[in-house]
């Protein structure tokens, strides 16, 4: 978490808060596309959204009678305050409860407040009345002031990136408010209205997810309350491209603290910053991701490395133990990836996945990219040797088969595709057309998307954090109104109180802990590409 005014955490700080965190572990992933065009294209984009306002009402309205699992709460109660806590509602109060705009802060059905006053971590219920309610909305609009929110300025069927931004929002009178419906036949602001709030909720969540330490959890129930390194990558990026660079510093910070000294990550961390001991092996992917990360941070904030002084040999480490990983074909060893299953139950076990294949790719080549805009000649030309080695190994082993997850004759196609995509790579006409082909094969009847083609798990159960990279892909590539059709989807299943869930079943509904930080960090890039373009590393 950071500093509501916006500055790192100090010593003092740190001594002050020591031992007194609470925490939480984490998580899971999706996608979705369909075409569109002109005015036809507009009624079913308002059409869909009404649709998907009466869907969220009657969601929302289903809650009174049963609790439903325990993850089933559909958000975070917070408060604007220091450090940031946030507790789920309990679904059984969720029938007519809706965030106060831009906060934290829930209204009830009853009209009552309920929130986390400043210096607790304790939900209260309150009139609205009650002055620490107005204190917390106006701490958490100037938490979202200090930097963007996109998703106001989404260039819209017909329109242009220069659109002029949309005024603020009203405050939602139902559940049914989350998602505003175009009127019918027409573009109205009200949709990118629907974006604004997507983004400013999935930002505050991700607030509301990362400790004072920096650990940036999953989400906060039960075996999502960690923090994965493959995720906070994810959320660093998020926090930087809309400005809150406090927040994305105090995640690398956490990141460059539990790195091992010889520049691997655990699977995943406590929120104390100590590493979960149960029995998985490091996921090298993880490193490709930090070093995105990292890259990505740089160029959102160039004063970066001097203001981190962690920065700079997290970085080395990271890529000196990737460049070292590659064998004689130029490929890193065989690797559990953002799967999370044994490397051993894959279809070419011998070889890395795609799932490593990409981040690993991505990260050398970001690592190269940022040691040349420091002025480190020998490594750069040190990782940019390693880039141009596995770029070579990918174009051998695994373009001839259409970019399959393992790198074989009727390889099955993954979500992991769109990690050689932009914006980890420049845009290639091969790759663009096997995400795609992936896309349509993992696509489900709800509009949705497995992880991958014969997933193990259930098998109608879309999963949004792979939705939103292919969303992130189609942004970053140009592809306009393939990146709204999935964010549309995305918008059109979020729980009664607008918040990103981790899966949707089959008849629409969250099937998974909400939110999840990957998802809301995957949100958040998009609609940023999608109002200006996102850095793509290169290290030539």
């Not at 969250?510 to 999608?530: E, H, K, M, N």
Request: with cysteine; glycine share 10%.
């Amino acid at each position: 978490m950071t500093i509501d005014r916006g500055r790192l955490i100090g010593a003092h700080d740190r001594a002050e808060l020591a031992g007194a965190e609470r925490v939480v572990p984490s998580r899971t992933r999706a996608s979705g596309s369909v075409k569109r065009g002109g005015g036809w294209s507009r009624v079913r984009r308002a059409a869909a959204l009404l649709l998907v306002a009466a869907l969220v009402a009657t969601c929302g309205a289903t809650l009174r009678s049963q609790a439903g699992p325990g993850w089933a709460s559909p958000g975070l109660v917070g408060g604007g305050g220091w450090p940031f806590a946030g507790e789920p509602l309990n679904p059984v109060d969720a029938y007519g409860a809706t965030y106060l705009p831009d906060s934290s802060v829930v209204r009830l059905a009853d009209s009552r407040v309920r929130l986390i006053p400043f210096g607790s971590d304790t939900p209260i219920t309150v009139a609205a009345s009650d002055p620490r309610v107005a204190a917390a909305v106006r701490s958490d609009k100037a938490w979202l002031a200090r930097g963007t929110v996109p998703g106001a300025n989404v260039p819209l069927p017909g329109s242009s990136l220069t659109s002029s931004p949309l005024p603020p929002s009203p405050a939602p009178a139902s559940p049914a408010a989350v998602v505003r419906p175009e009127v019918a036949g027409s573009v109205s602001p009200d949709t990118r209205e629907v974006y604004r709030d997507m983004a400013a909720r999935a930002l505050l969540d991700l607030r509301l997810l990362t400790r004072p330490n920096g650990a940036s959890l999953a989400s906060w129930y039960d075996k999502w309350r960690y923090s994965w390194p493959r995720d906070s990558a994810f959320t660093v990026a998020a926090f930087a491209v809309t400005g809150h660079q406090a927040e994305a510093r105090r995640v690398l910070r956490f990141l460059a603290r539990v790195q091992n000294e010889n520049g691997m990550w655990a699977a995943r961390y406590n929120p104390d910053g100590s590493a979960v001991a149960d029995g998985r092996a490091p996921q090298l992917d993880s490193l490709g991701w930090v070093l995105w990360a990292s890259w990505f941070f740089r160029t959102q904030s160039p004063t970066a490395a001097t203001d981190l002084p962690e920065f700079w040999p997290m970085v080395s480490r990271a890529a000196d133990r990737l460049a070292r990983s590659l064998d004689v074909e130029g490929l890193p060893p065989p690797s559990s990836d953002y799967w999370e299953r044994d490397h051993a139950s894959e279809q070419d076990p011998r070889r890395p996945t795609l799932g490593v294949i990409g981040p690993v790719l991505a990260g050398l080549r970001s690592a190269a990219a940022l040691a040349r805009d420091l002025g480190k000649t020998q490594q750069a030309a040190r990782w940019q040797h390693a880039t141009h080695r596995l770029s070579d190994a990918v174009a051998r082993q695994f373009t001839p088969h259409g970019y399959p997850r393992s790198p074989i004759a009727g390889g099955r196609m993954d979500t992991s595709v769109t990690f050689l995509a932009p914006p980890f790579a420049s845009v290639d006409p091969g790759v663009s057309a096997a995400v795609q082909n992936a896309f349509e094969r993992q696509q489900l009847s709800n509009g949705g998307v497995l992880p991958g083609e014969r997933w193990a798990g259930g098998k109608k159960v879309a999963w949004t954090p792979e939705m939103g990279m292919f969303a992130l892909a189609s942004a970053c590539s140009g592809r306009k109104e393939e990146a709204l059709t999935r964010l549309d989807w995305l918008a059109g299943h979020r729980t009664s109180l607008g918040v990103l869930p981790e899966k949707v079943d089959e008849h629409g509904k969250p099937a998974g802990v909400a939110p999840l930080g990957w998802t809301a960090a995957t949100v958040v890039l998009s609609l940023s590409a999608l109002e200006r373009p996102l850095p793509i590393p290169n290290p030539s």
